[in-house]
């Protein structure tokens, strides 16, 4: 099942993958919501851009979003005061509203088809009023004083009794449709998109970028890849997790609107309309990548069961999240390197700092000044805030190292593994990450991540391999889905 933002895709003019060297002012890696801004504002200032994708238009994780448009933050702007203080919360939300304007402005300017409204978000409450152990007092306090339109409110329309914040003129669309949309409008600005093109290397000092079949020669090179590529130090205190998404018909036809954040525990609702069809979406089931725990859409269709009238469940995906240690994107030139920026530690915001990220890196490279680069630069260094993050992620990493380089169960034949099934087993002293497709076809591969050395870990309810230690993921071809790795799972050494 795919994700419900293709229902009346709109495609993108089809690229070949790059296949010859090739010179221009911008490369950048990735066509999702960052790429794509980015693009759209250095091909309008008249720079040669390319734009290289290793799936296509919005395959990554904003075509697996939640369309959701917010000034504040999903966690919580309470939280995000209590680090930063008044200031900082109110510059998050003003830039982030810039943002949403500036989506907005696109979708008006270029006429993108892809649903965008304004509507009011809420965080809601749902078990007995008097005994709830989320202050709602301290978050509507810290929206209001943040400069929001916020108020205490019912639930909308919802199937049971519902109460909390009602945050009003924040917004929703089709993610992959605007994706689709400045696409195609890039295209007319002469920028270059080549989908289905990996890239496998970065020499920074040298301004060069490789693929499988080319070498592309850059000014600027845009890791628009949701987290950089290779090794950065930022790594090694991001909180990497999945979160999965369902989209359903209601017997009722009765759908909410709005964004509606349900805290107990958090979920999040929306509705869509395609035509004269309805749907419900829900988002949860966070967990950590790598660290699998059953079948999360299993889990996440028992819960929307739980509280709505389901027709039927029409669509599923799920998307990867990186949380930053100290909880602001980092956005920018990277350390090291004038001409190698990076947007990363979105959480689960991505959409709006993606869009963020487009501004300043664009303002960046044409040597604009931005008053939110200071606050977000990928340069700063924030230990106060950070430490913590940092400590408990590499305490995480090292125990996955340990433990399944020193647990992994011995495997004396493959027999052993069922059609669908995925284990990662030792064999001939070897970590193998083993599959058999449902079809009964046996696939191995080692189970060593090429990025740091960390063993995958089977994700049943994706079937993939995906890497507790800093979320890479790899389809079954052992090919690199996302994450900082640059090359697939290799052969295992006794099958070359
Ligand atoms: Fe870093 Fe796998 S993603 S070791």
């Not at 293709?6 to 690229?15: D, H, K, P």
């Not at 009765?254 to 805290?263: A, K, Q, T, V």
């Not at 889990?299 to 995906?317: K, N």
């Not at 433990?403 to 001939?428: C, H, M, N, W």
């Amino acid at each position: 099942m795919e994700s419900i933002w293709t229902l009346g895709s709109r495609g993108v003019a089809e690229y070949a993958p790059l296949d010859g060297d090739t010179e221009v002012d911008v490369a950048i890696l990735g066509a999702g919501i960052t790429g794509l801004t980015t693009a759209l504002a250095l091909g309008e200032a008249g720079l040669k851009v390319m734009v290289l994708e290793s799936a296509t238009v919005g395959a990554g994780v904003t075509g697996g979003s939640t369309g959701n448009l917010y000034s504040t933050l999903a966690s919580g702007q309470a939280p995000l005061r209590q680090k930063w203080g008044d200031k900082v919360a109110a510059e998050v939300v003003q830039a982030r509203d810039k943002a949403v304007a500036h989506i907005e402005a696109l979708v008006d300017r270029l006429g993108i088809d892809c649903r965008f409204q304004r509507l009011p978000a809420y965080r809601l409450l749902t078990e007995d009023r008097q005994h709830t152990r989320h202050n709602l007092n301290d978050e509507l306090d810290a929206l209001i004083s943040a400069g929001l339109d916020a108020e205490m409110a019912e639930g909308p329309r919802l199937p049971f009794d519902s109460w909390g914040i009602r945050i009003a003129n924040q917004a929703q669309f089709n993610p992959l449709h605007y994706l689709q949309g400045l696409a195609n409008a890039l295209l007319g600005e002469g920028v270059v998109i080549h989908q289905h093109s990996p890239v496998r290397e970065i020499d920074a000092d040298k301004g060069l970028v490789w693929t499988d079949t080319a070498c592309v020669a850059a000014k600027h090179i845009v890791q628009a890849t949701h987290t950089p590529k290779g090794i950065s130090l930022l790594q090694a205190g991001m909180l990497v997790s999945r979160e999965y998404a369902l989209g359903a018909r209601l017997r009722s036809g009765d759908y909410p609107e709005g964004i509606i954040w349900l805290l107990d525990p958090l979920h999040s609702l929306r509705s869509y309309r395609h035509g004269e069809d309805r749907y419900l979406v829900v988002v949860g089931e966070k967990h950590k990548t790598g660290e699998h725990h059953g079948d999360h859409y299993q889990m996440l269709r028992e819960y929307l069961e739980s509280r709505f009238d389901v027709e039927a469940f029409t669509h599923q995906w799920s998307a990867q999240q990186y949380s930053s240690p100290d909880g602001l994107p980092y956005i920018g030139r990277m350390h090291g390197h004038d001409n190698l920026y990076m947007a990363t530690g979105f959480a689960a915001d991505g959409l709006v700092w993606g869009t963020l990220a487009g501004i300043l890196i664009s303002d960046q490279i044409l040597g604009h000044d931005n008053p939110w680069q200071a606050r977000f630069g990928a340069r700063r260094i924030t230990p106060g805030k950070s430490a913590m993050q940092y400590a408990r992620e590499n305490v995480i990493v090292t125990k996955h190292m340990v433990k399944d380089y020193l647990g992994t169960e011995k495997l004396d034949d493959f027999a052993a593994i069922e059609p669908g099934q995925g284990r990662v087993a030792s064999v001939d002293g070897e970590k193998l990450a083993i599959h058999r497709t449902p079809e009964g076809e046996l696939k191995v591969l080692s189970a060593v991540c090429p990025h740091l050395k960390c063993i995958v870990h089977w994700n049943t309810s994706e079937s993939t391999w995906d890497c507790p230690c800093h979320g890479s993921r790899f389809d079954t071809s052992g090919e690199v889905i996302e994450g900082p790795a640059y090359h697939p799972l290799a052969r295992p050494k006794g099958l070359d």
